[in-house]
């Protein structure tokens, strides 16, 4: 008799313990997306062999976008490395955001972003996520308000400083706060490949945090000047690309590693080799979160900072890296501002699509706070692209697109629909003239249509003189 009631007394407290973990299980709330954003530095519309690129392949980003969606009008925040992270972490073009150029402060940083800022890192912390960023950040010298410890991360490893960023073989790196010295680089040495570290913590934040959100950013340097890869990577092209370019620079004395380029004999080699590289990571981070089991929750973003560069030994002619615009680095034309952006999010995203949706960098603020249920902050540039990355709901479109560049004789320029309008020389002239071009029958920017417009012409002036706010510190 005893043993039959201590078993209906085991049924029963099974039974009520079933009961709770099945409410349990019902009303808890699904886990928040993780997210990772992936930025290269520096690499062109074309670069990619989903974008045309027919001299190497990029295997695994071309998966990526296999397994989501491709755009062909996306929009870097500016055409230089830190307003364009500015307007990326800001959700503002560069007549709004605070870091409209590249400034730098000695010993060791740029120009900090400022304390009040809100960026999407912050974003996420307020949703809950973990937050980490690997690679280059360049908005704050260390422990300035604009440190990416003081920016929302809980986590930053890798170059504070851009122009430090130069160097692939460097005498040390930042791990927050602390300056991790890599003695395998001392004086000439070559044992640290700086980009293959930042890649290992990387993995290792994701496998630190497999079981909560996170938001993981990873700004590479590659493929930024100057070209240097693992000789693993340069044998697998080495002699492929001739005649070949060689490119003299600093390999000694005072400056040597404080942001002169090093030279490089074999620079097309080293090009193929870098994005190749790179192209490697990408894969490495995909399988990572599919053999954690996290793919099916995991959005996964890859862009690029600005257009194609042309400095330490890189001939974008020779790659076609800027594919069919016109401009670089540093140009507000299409080739210098235009990039790739390729979305994956399983199950949400369709598979294999394209989009010609018009969209920039300050968007991903709006976005991120769409998809973790948050209000965006107020005074942004950016509209949320999620209607068009999920296919659900009514897209909203930009009236115009901006961008402003504070050197080389000042620069503004305005995306409005098809047109664009750029202008040159503005430091000297203020009322230089404007050139016009009708994207849609001429993405090349080669028929300045500005004379035949005058209507439009007009327009653009009104805009170009009410979209903007002085800045304290970037002046034309």
Known sequence: MKLHRYFKIALAVLAVGTIFISCEQKTKKPQQPNIIYILADDLGYGDLSCYGQIKFATPNIDKLAERGMRFTQHYSGSTVCAPSRSALMTGQHTGHTYIRGNRERQPEGQHPLKGDAVTIAELFKQAGYATGAFGKWGLGYPGSEGDANNQGFDTFFGYNCQMLGHHYYPYFLRANQDSLVLEANAGKQTGIYAPNLIHEKTLQFIDDHKDEPFFLYVPSIIPHAELFAPEKYMKRFRGKFEPEHTY????????????????????????????????????????????????????????????????????????????????????????????????????????????????????????????????????????????????????????????????????????MGNWKAVQYGISKNPEAPIELYDLSADPGETNNVADENPEIINKVKTILSTCRVESDIFKF
Request: no cysteine.
């Open 248 to 415: 003299k620079g600093v390999d000694d004395g005072p400056r040597f590693r404080k942001g002169p380029y090093g030279s490089q004999a074999e620079s097309h080699a080293a090009f193929a080799a870098m994005i190749t590289l790179l192209d490697d990571q990408v894969g490495e981070i995909m399988h990572k979160v599919e053999d954690l089991g996290l793919a099916d929750n995991t959005i996964i973003i890859f862009t690029s900072d600005n257009g194609p560069h042309v400095e330490g030994g890189a001939q974008p002619n020779y790659f076609n890296s800027n594919g069919p615009f016109k401009g670089y680095k540093r140009d507000l034309y299409e080739g210098g501002i235009r990039v790739p952006f390729i979305a994956s999010w399983p199950g949400v995203i369709p598979e294999g699509t394209t989009s010609d949706h018009i969209s920039a960098f300050w968007d991903m603020m709006p976005t991120f706070a769409e998809i973790t249920g948050q209000k965006a902050p107020k005074g942004i540039d950016g509209i949320s692209m999620l209607p068009t990355l999920t296919g659900k709901g009514k897209q909203k479109e930009h009236d115009f697109l901006y961008w402003e560049f504070h050197v080389w004789g000042g620069r503004k320029a305005l995306r």
